[in-house]
């Protein structure tokens, strides 16, 4: 029961704080799940990433992943529902609010600052995931240089095409299983 409560205040919070959508909080994730509680690894949190990136819905999903190695099936539900819930409802509340000041021109100046806050929130979480997929600290501070050459080929992919991510999480995994099985 510790741990369920422990699950819920951590995804509570992690929920509040997801401005500008779930991958801004993936530093803050990692960090709580893997660092402070321990609930997984940090070869278990990039593999639970990449899933919850390719599954159908919200890939913030994820998150049920994690309660459930973290608490069984009680931890699974308590997590997708402290993640989803609270920011739910403060959304539901700020978009009443934000409504009645449709006309004010303040309104657009907030919109255009927190782009900038959004992106860089973004690549916080995609430092926090490459950090732990390229440079594992359980591994005494193993570098691998192969996930890391599959990362830049598909950012330069991303860049170069418009294609499908899911397709690019399949050829990484493929990529993954041919050169880096031991």
């Not at 657009?108 to 806050?117: E, F, L």
Request: hydrophobic share 50%; aromatic share 10%.
């Amino acid at each position: 029961m510790k741990d369920d409560i422990h699950i819920l205040n951590v995804f509570c919070l992690l929920s509040l704080l997801a401005v500008g959508g779930g991958s801004a909080v993936l530093p803050q994730m990692e960090h709580e799940t893997v660092a402070l509680h321990g609930w997984i690894t940090g070869d278990q949190f990039a593999t639970i990433y990449s899933l919850g990136q390719m599954a159908p819905g919200p890939n913030m999903s994820m998150v049920a992943l994690i309660g459930w190695q973290a608490g069984g099936i009680l931890g699974f539900v308590v997590a997708l529902v402290a993640f989803y819930l609270p920011s739910s409802f403060l959304v539901y509340g700020c978009s009443h609010v934000w409504d009645s000041f449709r006309d004010n021109p303040w309104r657009a100046s907030i919109q255009k600052g927190m782009a900038p806050v959004t992106i860089g929130l973004m690549l916080a979480g995609v430092h926090a995931v490459g950090k732990t997929a390229c440079w594992n600290p359980e591994r005494s501070l193993y570098f691998n240089t192969t996930t890391c050459v599959v990362a830049l080929v598909v950012v330069g992919i991303l860049f170069a095409r418009r294609i499908n991510p899911a397709v690019l999480i399949l050829g990484g995994g493929l990529a993954g299983w041919v050169f880096l099985r031991a």
